[in-house]
């Protein structure tokens, strides 16, 4: 179990008593005759150190490796350890690899239009694998990364490179299957975490873009290369605060407005994961938004399918502890699955718009194309960011849809001896659900092959093994669910669970954490 760490003031928690959390002053102070000094920011809640936890992890990992010489490179290879101050690390500093570990690799030729390249302008591993996911970092998702990295050049910004480099060496250590990446990964996210602490005590930098940016990367390196860390759900608490303090100010400065995007958009997804209600400031934070503008329209909209899913867990949280007229229930689930139709319209636009194909009209080599796991239908989107907006506006509808369905399995239960005619609204309202449940499914499933760069946007095979670790990542939420939605088909369950297992491989989850990974 995570420890728990103490909201309650300071004094009190000198004293190690509980404390009332009483604001601005805590009544047992008051009632003590102690002056209550205050509380702890918020924002230093919500982030932990995991240096010792990512160094034990990676210690026992290297334990394993047999490969490596223990008498000559050992005045090589730092050994991966982290010192107790961070201030004066940099991110510069990141452990080395050994001429042993890099001999293996099959990099990629940094200018491959040239038969051979200069010592001087050859890049050391390190630069290659930022180099490597800064060019997966797609324009609308990560588009200020590269400017921010290379910006960062104080220790009270460190922390953000130290994010990087682990998300970095955590990608090209699947690429290249090699565990001393995958220890230099673990380590770095340490680092990050620590750097990240220690530049949220310090209210000059606490909002900043590069801590927000800090918190998004950390954010990613977790959902895919960790199995429930300590700081889980942590990191999107996190940025809602770091948003709230930046007010509406954010708005005023593309670099800022991006991030605010970015991660209001991390917040909301990660509510419909975990049933969280959606954040009051949202409501204030978008009347002020020209939602002319369709990336306005299209936070706006998910915030709505947001609060349309909290209807429907307050309507079943209400039928667990109340008794209602079925007649009742029925007006408001049939209200509910009005407000979701008219979702369907929210993405006709054109920049909405995109191609259906059957899979033998893929373009490419035969033999390729029949190893490839291809759904009968595939869609074609312009980039895999809009097939990820696509999912996600899918994946809240299903989540809607799900809740509906037990809070109609809840009346059949409650009301087995209902008039015919409202088991037959009954039966109605649940085979509409579990019909949209499955068309959505397909739908998710028929954006895979682009996703995972099996296929190009034209409908051409890739000709490679190797998946997109990005549209992965865009992937996992969407994939997770449907696997496990019981309103979904076996055969959709079964393909879903045959694509989780993929990316699995693919990010590097099965490899690094085995079992554990298969969530």
């Known amino acids: 179990m995570p420890p728990h760490f103490s909201k309650g003031c300071s004094p009190c928690r000198a004293r190690k008593v509980k404390c009332d959390e009483h604001r601005p002053s805590c009544r047992r102070c008051i009632r003590r005759g102690d002056l209550c000094s205050g509380y702890r920011d918020p924002v230093s809640l919500l982030f932990r150190d995991e240096t010792e936890k990512a160094q034990k992890l990676s210690m026992r990992r290297r334990a394993s ?23 004066q690390s940099s991110a510069h500093d990141h452990t080395s690899l050994s001429s042993v570990e890099v001999s293996d690799f099959n990099l990629d030729k ?22 490597q996911f800064l060019r997966t970092s797609l324009p609308g998702f990560l588009e200020y990364l590269p400017c921010l990295f290379e910006e960062v050049n104080t220790d009270r910004r460190v922390a953000l490179r130290w994010a990087v480099y682990a998300t970095s060496y955590a ?17 770095c ?7 990240l602490v220690e530049a949220l005590a310090k209210p000059e930098g606490k909002a900043d873009d590069y801590i927000l940016m800090t918190v998004v990367i950390l954010d990613l390196f977790e959902a895919i ?91 079943r949280q209400r039928l667990d502890n109340t008794d209602f007229p079925i007649t009742e229930v029925l007006d408001m689930v049939e209200e509910i699955q009005q407000l979701d139709r008219t979702t369907e319209s929210w993405r006709d636009g054109p920049q909405w718009k995109y191609k ?60 087995p001896d209902c008039s015919e005619n409202l088991q037959k609204a009954l039966e109605a309202f649940k085979r509409d659900s579990v019909e949209t449940v499955r068309a959505l499914a397909d739908a998710v499933l028929a954006t895979v092959p ?22 992965a990542y865009f992937l996992l939420w969407s994939i997770k669910v ?15 669970q045959d694509i989780f297992d993929r990316i699995r491989e693919c990010t590097g989850m099965k490899s690094s954490l085995g079992h554990l990974s298969n969530i």
């Open 189 to 195: 996210y340490g680092q990050a975490l620590s750097t």
């Open 356 to 415: 259906i194909i059957h899979r033998s009209d893929v373009i490419g080599d035969k033999q390729t194309i029949a190893v490839l796991n291809l759904p009968e239908f595939i869609q074609l989107h312009r980039d895999v960011w809009i097939a990820y907006e696509w999912n996600y506006h899918r994946t809240a509808r299903i989540l809607l849809h799900e809740q509906l369905l037990r809070c109609l399995h809840r009346l059949d239960d409650r009301y």
């Open 225 to 315: 290369h960790l199995k429930n860390p300590l700081s889980r759900g942590s990191h999107a608490q996190g940025m809602a605060q770091i948003l709230r303090l930046r007010g509406h100010d954010q708005f005023y400065d593309p670099r800022s407005w991006s991030l605010f995007r970015l991660a209001h958009h991390r917040i909301q997804k990660q509510q419909l994961a975990f049933s969280q209600e959606p954040l009051p400031e949202s409501i204030d934070w978008f009347n002020s938004l020209n939602e002319m503008l369709p990336y306005v329209q299209n936070e706006k909209d998910n915030l709505e399918i947001s609060k349309t899913c909290k209807r429907a867990r307050d309507l």
């Open 450 to 471: 682009q996703s995972l760069g099996d296929i190009d946007h034209e409908g051409r095979a890739s000709g490679t093994s190797t998946c997109n670790a990005v549209g």
């Open 65 to 87: 490796m047999q490969n490596f010489s223990s008498s000559s490179s050992s005045s090589q290879d730092s050994p991966v350890t982290v010192t107790s101050q961070t201030t």
């Open 482 to 496: 449907v696997k496990r939605t019981p309103s979904a088909t076996v055969q959709q369950n079964a393909f879903a």
């Open 110 to 131: 940094l200018y491959p239009w040239v038969k051979a390249t200069p010592t001087a302008l050859e890049s050391s591993i390190e630069e290659q694998a930022v180099s």
């Open 171 to 187: 990608s090209m250590s699947n690429d290249q299957d090699s565990e001393a990446l995958g220890d230099k990964a673990l380590h």
